[in-house]
């Protein structure tokens, strides 16, 4: 049911799906709800000292949310400007805008190796396709943190299944980077 929900938001339109250029989707648009965040953010272990990257961030919630609740610094990457432009206008409005950056880009593209957490709303072929970059360029030590998809057979490190403020389970995965490639 959910492959069917994403494959009609992505029929829909560009405003409802992270676009790239050719017409290919990382991920149809879908909000990662407020209490999921925290619980990706918990389960990441977040800190201060911690710069969160949000590959295809959307409105900004993620990274907003590290800085406001944990002080950590935030990297947001989309490749919708409408989105982009969302997010530097949420992460005004909760004043922490000083602790985040977003950048118009396709997140296949993106250097990530300033990141010590890497958090993803995406479809799980979109997950493969990033999983090579991450894997070169995180330092070991760092986390990834996915909502609801895997990486292959990259095994996670651990596996929470949370049910959210409707009821609904949702699985997060968590891996750490240990230096080894996975293409």
Same mark, same amino acid.
Request: proline share 5%.
């Given at each position: 049911?959910?492959? *069917?929900?994403?494959?009609? @938001?992505?029929?829909?339109? $560009?405003? @409802?799906?992270?676009?790239?250029?050719?017409?290919?989707?990382?991920?149809?648009?879908?909000? %990662?709800?407020?209490?999921?965040?925290?619980?990706?953010?918990?389960?990441?272990?977040?800190?201060?000292?911690? #710069?969160?990257?949000?590959?295809?961030?959307?409105?900004?919630?993620?990274?907003?949310?590290?800085?406001?609740?944990?002080g950590a610094h935030g990297v947001g990457v989309d490749i919708d400007p409408?989105?982009?432009?969302? &997010?530097?206008?949420?992460?005004?409005?909760?004043?922490?805008? &000083?602790?985040?950056? /977003? /950048?118009?880009?396709?997140?296949? %593209? #993106?250097?990530?190796?300033?990141?010590?957490?890497?958090?993803?709303?995406? +479809?799980?072929?979109?997950? *493969?396709?990033?999983? $090579?970059? *991450? %894997?070169?360029?995180?330092?070991p030590g760092a986390r990834i943190v996915s909502h609801n998809f895997g990486?292959?057979?990259?095994?996670?490190?651990?596996?929470?299944? +949370? =049910?959210?403020?409707?009821?609904?389970?949702?699985?997060?995965? @968590?891996?750490?980077?240990?230096? =080894?490639?996975?293409?």
């Amino acid at each position: 049911m959910r492959r *069917l929900a994403a494959c009609i @938001l992505f029929v829909l339109g $560009p405003d @409802l799906g992270a676009q790239r250029p050719g017409g290919n989707s990382l991920a149809p648009y879908v909000a %990662t709800p407020e209490d999921i965040v925290e619980k990706m953010l918990e389960f990441a272990k977040v800190g201060p000292t911690d #710069v969160v990257y949000d590959l295809g961030c959307g409105d900004g919630r993620i990274v907003i949310t590290a800085a406001r609740k944990y002080g950590a610094h935030g990297v947001g990457v989309d490749i919708d400007p409408k989105r982009i432009a969302e &997010s530097r206008a949420n992460a005004r409005n909760a004043g922490v805008d &000083s602790l985040v950056t /977003f /950048f118009l880009q396709d997140a296949l %593209t #993106v250097d990530v190796s300033p990141a010590t957490v890497v958090t993803l709303y995406l +479809v799980a072929t979109s997950n *493969l396709r990033l999983r $090579p970059t *991450l %894997t070169r360029q995180l330092m070991p030590g760092a986390r990834i943190v996915s909502h609801n998809f895997g990486m292959g057979n990259w095994e996670p490190n651990q596996v929470l299944n +949370v =049910k959210d403020a409707r009821g609904m389970t949702r699985t997060l995965y @968590l891996w750490i980077a240990d230096g =080894k490639v996975r293409d």
